[in-house]
Structure formats: C-alpha cells, structure tokens
C-alpha cells in the first residue's frame, strides 16, 4: 500500500507586493508585445523567469543598456542608481518603472542623510552588490560604506558620525546585532543615527514561519539560489525545524528522503511564486 503523505503550503509564502507589481507590468506589456527587456533578473527565481523569458521576456544588463535605442525597458523592483535613469534619457529608452516603492524611500533616506550631514559616514547593512544596494549606493555616489557583518565593522571611524541604514531584505535580529557592536565601539559622544529601513513584509512573516515549519516533520524551502530573503528564510525554518531542505526546482527534489515523513511544509521567499510550490505540493503528493 502506498504511504499518504501529508502537504501543505504556507498561505503566507509566494510574492511580496513589489515583485507582484513588477510582474504584472512585465504581463501586461507582454499582452501588446513579443519583446520586452528587463534589466536585470524580474525576481530572484530562475523558474519564474523562464516562465516570462518564453513569454517574450529579454533579461539584459547595464553594459547591454548603453547599446539599445527607442525602445522599451522595465525596471525591476529592486531599484536603480541615478546614471541608469540617465543613461535611459540619452538612448530614448521608454521605462516601465516598477522599482518597489519601499525601496524607493528608502533611497530618498540615504540621499538626505547625506546632504544634511556630508561628512558623516553612511553606512548599509547589506550585500555588496546585490541590485538593491547598488541603488541604494549610487543616490549618494558609491560613497556608502556596505557591511555584511559585524566583521565589516572594521571599516568605520569610531570617532566620526555613523549613520545606518539597511537593505530592505535583511533579517532585523542581524541589524539589531549590528547596532549594538557599533554602539560598543564608538568613542565617547560620537553621533550615531540608526534606521530599521527592513521591509515588514519579510520582518512580520518571521513568526508566522516559525510556527509553520514547527508543525511538519519536513520542510521543504523553495527559493531561487540569488535570493537574500531566500536565504534569510530558510534559515529560520532550520533554526526551528533541522529537518529542512532547500531547492529551487522540481528537480532538487529527493523523493527518498521526502519519503520518510509523514507530514511536509511547503514554504518560501518573497520571490518565490506559488505556482512553482504547488508543483512542488503535486509531485510530492504523486510519491
């Protein structure tokens, strides 16, 4: 007799509202059009950009950019630095937009922060060269200091004015750290000004997700390999539930070892689409 395993989906994985957004106007350009270029990956998730490449997405880079003329390029929701706007005028390009607005204001931040304290150092906790951050740094001329740990910390004057701010899919415990070790290794009556810029998208689904990956006997995580938040997410599956796998397609999938529970969690990032995850629920199910 075959063994009925139980699956379930998280209700509150698949895409946060600026990947939703930046979907919809690449689906509904593509309704017009056989062609439309993106620059840059859509999303962090190679099955849902495959799934608009045959739609006619073009995937592009900045390099790329320079070359086109009079044509129509959509931005994605992470973000750009000024040039690539630029850089859009001169060749007559047409943008579609859809940079998330949380994202946005928070380039705003940075950008005065920096003109109301142009000596103070800026700093980013966050991924050196992750598409948000090269945004984030280009609204003040790459002149941030990115961090990516506490060791990074070593790249600061202790005794000049620290300003922090953080890529919008960082875990908030991890900024929390960081303040706290700057706090401890500023010099006496230096200025420090802290700014949680976390998204509560991806803060607030960290106790729903806790609770989800307690009640399986395996979590199965999906996300593209590129994803902070992915990565982000499945660690605090794993730090509540060690029986956690990671994959980011139907074929990273290991039917024995799925096999030998009874009960599986399907969750994800907020780049993750629920279409790929209800594949993942239906080809387990056929086990």
């Known amino acids: 007799m075959k063994k009925k395993i139980k699956v379930e989906i998280d209700r509150g994985s698949g895409f946060c509202r600026g990947v939703i957004r930046a979907i919809r106007k690449a689906e509904r350009e593509l309704s017009d059009t056989d062609n439309l270029y993106c620059l840059g990956d859509i999303v962090h998730n190679s099955e849902e950009v495959s799934r608009l490449n045959r739609r006619g997405l073009q995937t592009i880079d900045h390099d790329q950019l320079k070359q086109l003329r009079n044509t129509t390029v ?109 706090k401890n290794k500023l010099q006496s009556g230096v200025d420090f000004q802290y700014y949680d810029t976390i998204c509560r998208q991806v803060s607030n689904r960290i106790p729903e997700l806790k609770e989800f990956a307690a009640r399986y006997d395996m979590i199965v995580f999906v996300s593209g390999k590129n994803s902070s938040n992915g990565k982000v997410l499945f660690e605090v599956c794993r730090s509540v539930n060690p029986n956690t796998v990671f994959v980011s397609s139907i074929g990273d999938l290991e039917p024995q070892k799925i096999m030998q529970a009874s009960s599986v969690g399907i969750c994800g990032a907020t780049s993750t689409p629920v279409w790929l995850m209800e594949a993942i629920k239906e080809n387990i199910e056929n086990y």
């Open 74 to 182: 959509l931005f994605r929701a992470h973000g750009e630095p000024p040039e690539t706007y630029k850089i859009a005028r001169e060749n007559n390009i047409n943008i579609i937009d859809a940079s998330c607005n949380v994202v946005l204001g928070l380039q705003q931040k940075i950008k005065r922060a920096h003109e109301e304290y142009p000596d103070a150092q800026i700093v980013i906790f966050g991924k050196k060269g992750h598409a948000e951050v090269v945004g984030l740094e280009g609204q003040i001329g790459y002149s941030a200091i990115v961090v990516e740990n506490e060791q990074d910390l070593s790249k600061l004057d202790f005794s000049r004015r620290v300003i922090l701010f953080s890529q919008t899919t960082k875990s908030l415990n991890e900024f929390k750290s960081i303040v706290e070790h700057i």
